[in-house]
Nanobody, 118 residues
Framework: QVQLVESGGGLVQPGGSLRLSCAAS????????MGWYRQFPGKQREWVAG???????NYADPVMGRFTISRDNAKNTAYLQMNSLKPEDTAVYYC????????????WGQGTQVTVSS
């Protein structure tokens, strides 16, 4: 059974940093494009950042230059380094793994709360 488990969320002051981790079990993330999404209260989940199997990264405009997505296939873990955090970054952050070839499959983590407040 495939599981993605996020960690690293919490309360941070504006301008601070957090690093989210997404640890996978039951599969190898090397075959997936990994992504991070976030969901604000009462809103649809939105894409934040993605990293392909080859390491190409992409970011949503609101986080460009502040967030960095990475992956360590040997540790079967993806990361989201979040710097210069703003109150408007407050949301539940979700990890996603998607395999877009062969048997298409996608998995989600349970989410981790990030709160940016003074």
């Amino acid at each position: 059974q495939v599981q993605l488990v996020e960690s690293g969320g919490g309360l941070v002051q504006p301008g601070g940093s957090l690093r989210l981790s997404c640890a996978a079990s039951g599969t190898m993330i090397s075959i997936y494009t990994m992504g991070w999404y976030r969901q604000f209260p009462g809103k649809q989940r939105e894409w934040v950042a993605g990293i392909t199997r080859g390491g190409t990264t992409n970011y949503a405009d609101p986080v460009m230059g502040r967030f960095t997505i990475s992956r360590d296939n040997a540790k079967n873990t993806a990361y989201l380094q979040m710097n210069s955090l703003k109150p408007e970054d407050t949301a539940v952050y979700y990890c996603n793994a998607i395999k877009e070839y062969g048997l298409i499959s996608t998995y989600w983590g349970q989410g981790t709360q990030v709160t940016v407040s003074s």
